[in-house]
T-cell receptor
């Protein structure tokens, strides 16, 4: 069975500073990895995904993530945070077993200070 | 383009009452999902349907039933609601193999 750990419940960064959100996964086979963002009162939106190939993946809104198999990690990064990035971020791992089953981490809430 | 539509958006129940959450998608996706979101616990998968005619349990299926009515619709039923089922419920759909989930806006359920 797959599982996801996001060690940081919340993070505060200054506007313009860099950001890294941590994600560790557990899955026996090659994982399908995702980052989603949720603004208050909204559903989730996909930021980026990793299935195979280049371990550094680019997403929307200037986000990127790096898959490191040796560390079972898929950390999300952004070089310069904007106030509009304040939201909750979820890492997820997917498995193909009949259908496509996706399990989410507990989330990291990002606060951006001026 | 509506995407994934959930009804109702808000519901208050008394313990022991039953209700059904409805979900419909207009993207012709094969797979549909029900998640619940609770503070500090992220989203937990209740049930999913890989394709029309199939359903499978997720992480937290107890107390719930689902019906994949057709390719568009996937309903979640609480037969006897309990306070522990107070949560925000999200329906999602995806194209088989793509992995990307498209979410509805959520349904907030309170069980008193």
């Amino acid at each position: 069975a797959q599982s996801v750990t996001q060690p940081d419940i919340h993070i505060t960064v200054s506007e313009g500073a860099s950001l890294e959100l941590r994600c560790n996964y557990s899955y026996g086979a090659t994982p399908y990895l995702f980052w989603y963002v949720q603004s208050p009162g909204q559903g989730l939106q996909l930021l980026l995904k990793y299935f195979s190939g280049d371990t550094l993946v680019q997403g929307i809104k200037g986000f990127e993530a790096e898959f490191k198999r040796s560390q079972s990690s898929f950390n999300l990064r952004k070089p310069s945070v904007h106030w509009s990035d304040a939201a909750e971020y979820f890492c997820a791992v997917g498995a193909k077993s009949g259908g496509f089953k996706t399990i989410f981490g507990a989330g990291t809430r990002l606060f951006v200070k001026a | 383009n509506a995407g994934v539509t959930q009804t109702p958006k808000f519901q208050v129940l008394k313990t022991g009452q039953s209700m059904t959450l409805q979900c419909a998608q207009d993207m012709n996706h094969n797979s549909m999902y029900w998640y619940r979101q609770d503070p500090g616990m992220g989203l937990r998968l209740i049930y999913y349907s890989a394709s029309e005619g199939t359903t499978d349990k997720g992480e937290v299926p107890n107390g719930y039933n689902v019906s994949r009515l057709n390719k568009r619709e996937f309903s979640l039923r609480l037969e006897s609601a309990a306070p522990s089922q107070t949560s925000v419920y999200f329906c999602a759909s995806s194209e088989s193999g793509s992995g990307e989930l498209f979410f509805g806006e959520g349904s907030r359920l309170t069980v008193l």
